[in-house]
């Protein structure tokens, strides 16, 4: 049998030549082997990731990068031993107090709560934002510091990339979840611009009651913000808003306005149930039984536009109505706490 890769005769049944030991007998070799249906959903996703690559060299670096990623979260895992130091990671510096290393842990951990504290006194300003902000990034720090061994033989990009994932990460699955869960128990506010009168001026900081501390009927002389419903007509029109205003009547009771002067069920309101202002100049003359789901409230103030001469102009009695009956859906909550200006903090009376 001759040698296909030297040449030499070699005797029948050897498997291997004699000279330089190259195979006698090869299997068949298929000139067309079986390939990949061009239909099959995984050539399709290869070959538009290898077309995409091509294209974007940068976007195959991301995606480098972000591989990189897995084996840092799972030494991470690995380095928080169990479910309870993943528990204290919840709490800044807290991990570190109950392991190896106390002093940086009461350090996160002060840093922290001064943050929380001040966000705290200065809900309903400008200054929220910033300062939630901080404080997810002193976590982010916090939880990195744990990590910080494994991250020393890491690409300072990958560093970075764990950084910015883990900030985000704290940010939109730990801390916005508890802020939207707490503001459904009691939600700052801003006064807005429209809402002049009644002790409120632009941009107070008040505490209402959120949706989940809403009562199921509210009482006269609460102090409650209600939302205000648009109204257009001949000469007015009423943007839609917000209103911060006293219970003056509730279902039940009938209401009048005479000359200026406001009659609950044929008396005065009593001490503590008076509108926080006076009956608007042109209000209109209004007698009002209110039935159920119906409360009254005297606009202190709100943002009307007159077309003509607003001297002349008579409030026609349905804006009126519509103005003074808030309906009990509209009526957000109990406005109990003013904590800006400093001030005049304190509870709303």
């Known amino acids: ?165 883990l900030f985000f990460t704290l940010s939109y699955c730990l801390y916005r979840p508890v802020t939207t869960l707490l503001s459904r128990w009691y939600q700052p506010i801003v006064v807005p611009a429209q809402i002049r009168g009644g002790g409120f001026v632009e941009g107070d900081g008040i505490i209402c009651q959120g949706p989940w501390r809403r009562p199921a009927q509210y009482a006269r002389g609460d102090v409650v913000l209600y939302a205000v419903s648009s109204y257009q007509r001949t000469g007015f029109y009423v943007p839609e808003g917000l209103g911060l205003d006293r219970i003056v009547g509730v279902p039940g009771d009938y209401v009048q306005t005479r000359e200026g002067r406001l009659l609950v069920n044929g008396a005065d309101p009593a001490k503590g149930q008076a509108p926080l202002g006076a009956i608007p100049r042109h209000f209109a003359d209004l007698d009002i039984h209110l039935a159920a789901g119906e409360y009254a409230i005297l606009p202190s103030s709100f943002s009307c536009t007159y077309h003509g001469n607003a001297a002349q102009l008579t409030w026609p009695p349905d804006l009126a109505r519509q103005l003074m009956v808030i309906p009990y859906e509209d009526v957000l909550g109990r406005a109990v706490f003013r904590i800006h200006p400093l001030s005049r903090f304190g509870r709303i009376e």
């Open 1 to 165: 049998m001759q040698c296909w890769n030297c040449g030499f005769e070699n005797i029948p049944g050897l498997k291997a030549c004699a000279r330089c030991a190259s195979a006698l007998c090869l299997d068949d070799i298929s000139v067309e082997p079986p390939r990949s249906s061009t239909l099959h959903l995984a050539t399709q996703v290869d070959r538009a990731s290898n077309r995409l690559k091509s294209a974007f060299p940068y976007f195959t670096r991301f995606f480098d990068w972000m591989a990189g990623l897995f084996p840092v979260l799972s030494e991470a895992l690995a380095l928080l031993v169990s479910w309870r130091s993943l528990l204290w990671s919840l709490i800044p510096g807290l991990a570190q107090i109950k392991t190896r290393r106390p002093r940086i842990g009461w350090i996160l951990l002060s840093i922290w709560l001064v943050l929380l504290l001040v966000a705290i006194v200065s809900i309903a300003t400008d200054w929220t934002w910033y300062l939630v902000n901080a404080m997810v990034l002193v976590h982010a720090v916090s939880v990195t510091s744990l990590l910080v061994e494994e991250l020393a033989f890491e690409r300072q990009i990958i560093r970075a990339a764990f950084g910015v994932c």
